[in-house]
């Protein structure tokens, strides 16, 4: 069974930092796209950022130069380093695997 649980996210003021982490289990990681989601109330859940089996990264225009995506495979985790946080940065952020499987979601808030 496939298992993806975020953690890291809470309340930061504008211009603040937050490192997210997303722990995966029951999938062959090493071989996945593994990638971050995020979705603020009322608003449809949008990409943020991606990274291949082979470290090529792919971020959502809106978060570059701000969010670094990372990942360690041998110990099956995904990480997002969020930068210089902005308000309209607040939402539910969720780790994506494969395409497939879904991590129960992590609140990140930015206060201004």
């Known amino acids: 069974q496939v ?4 953690s890291g996210g809470g309340l930061v003021q504008a211009g603040g930092s937050l490192r997210l982490s997303c722990a995966a289990s029951g999938i062959v990681f090493s071989i996945n796209v593994m990638a971050w989601y995020r979705q603020a109330p009322g608003k449809q859940r949008e990409l943020v950022a991606l990274i291949t089996s082979g ?3 792919n971020y959502a225009d809106s978060v570059k130069g701000r969010f670094t995506i990372s990942r ?14 902005k308000p309209e940065d607040s939402a539910a952020y969720y780790c994506n695997g494969g395409g497939s499987w879904w991590g ?6 930015v206060s201004s």
């Open 3 to 6: 298992q993806l649980v975020e």
């Open 104 to 109: 129960q979601g992590i609140q990140v808030t």
């Open 72 to 85: 360690n495979n041998a110990r099956k985790m995904v990480y997002l380093e969020m930068n210089n946080l």
């Open 55 to 57: 470290g090529s990264t």
